[in-house]
């Protein structure tokens, strides 16, 4: 999905593409994409925050099934979940947000030790609720480790890395399960151009976790003892790690048929 001027849809894999003409100029924003198990369409949850030019629109969320010749359906508002969304982790056929704050040195520390509920949107029942989440620093975000929810917080200076893992999913337990201390001074010797203006994600790999940190034009690999795997310098001048993971599917899903101008091995491919 992209959400940036127009919506649209592909499939990377099958080099499916269509436009989503009746989401344009609707005043929405993307918050996730999730298959809707009682009915098998695929479906968008889309936000409103603020007023357009129309008298009938409501502030809130809304739902949007693919191949519909439907406008969104509006399910309503929710204060609790007036947060600064990043993207979602699918656990549990729900979508999980941790809360993000963009914050100086200065706050941070004031903030440190506070913690906050995670968003859930139930994708079967299409309503949110709060989750529970460890105490973490506020610089922390979720991602999806071996099909379970996962948090992982960072220090102020990136150098320390804590990742807790949700143990049990109905209780809400969590589990700490690393501190990862990056080799800073290791990554500095191999580059000449590593800077501090630097990035550090985890992702899930193989039921364990990599950590992925880039600077400039360098990007490193760091294991969960903090072993530096490998690094490269990828030759661009300005590189910024994206929280969007590729899944391939071949999967010839039917609402790509429904939706207007939808093409196949054609324009953005070529």
């Known amino acids: 999905m992209t959400d940036t ?27 996730g994409m999730y298959s809707h198990q009682p009915t098998g369409e695929y479906r968008l949850l889309l936000e409103r ?4 030019e129309t008298p009938e629109d409501q502030l809130g969320y809304y739902v949007f099934a693919l191949g519909s010749h439907q406008s969104p359906r509006y399910i309503g508002w929710q204060e609790s979940t007036s947060q600064c969304f990043s ?20 706050s941070y520390v004031r903030l440190q030790s506070e913690s906050k509920a995670i968003i859930v949107f139930d994708t079967i029942a299409e309503s949110f609720r709060p989750m529970r989440a460890p105490i973490v620093s506020t610089n922390s975000y979720a991602f999806e480790m071996d099909g379970t929810l996962g948090i992982y917080s960072r220090n102020y200076a990136k150098t320390t890395i804590d990742i807790w893992v949700l143990q049990n999913y109905k209780s809400e337990v969590w589990n ?6 990056l080799p800073v001074a290791e990554i500095w010797g191999k580059f000449e151009t590593f800077d ?29 003892d903090g072993k530096l795997i490998d690094s490269f310098d990828h030759g661009r001048k300005y590189f910024f790690l994206s929280k969007y993971r590729l899944k391939q599917s071949l999967v010839q899903h039917t609402f790509f048929q429904a939706l207007e101008s939808s093409v196949v091995n054609t324009s953005p491919f070529i």
Do not use: M
Request: aromatic share 12%.
């Open 176 to 181: 700490f399960k690393y501190r990862i201390k």
């Open 87 to 106: 993207l979602p982790v699918l656990v549990c056929d729900s979508l999980h947000w941790y809360p993000v704050y963009y914050v100086s040195e200065s």
């Open 49 to 52: 925050d603020s007023y357009n």
């Open 196 to 224: 501090d203006l630097w990035n550090v994600e985890v992702v899930s790999v193989d039921g364990d976790v990599l950590l992925l940190v880039s600077s400039g034009r360098c990007l490193s690999y760091v294991d969960n």
């Open 5 to 31: 001027i127009d919506f649209s849809v592909c499939n990377l894999a099958t080099r499916q593409f269509a436009p989503l003409q009746q989401l344009h100029e609707l005043g929405l924003r993307l918050l």
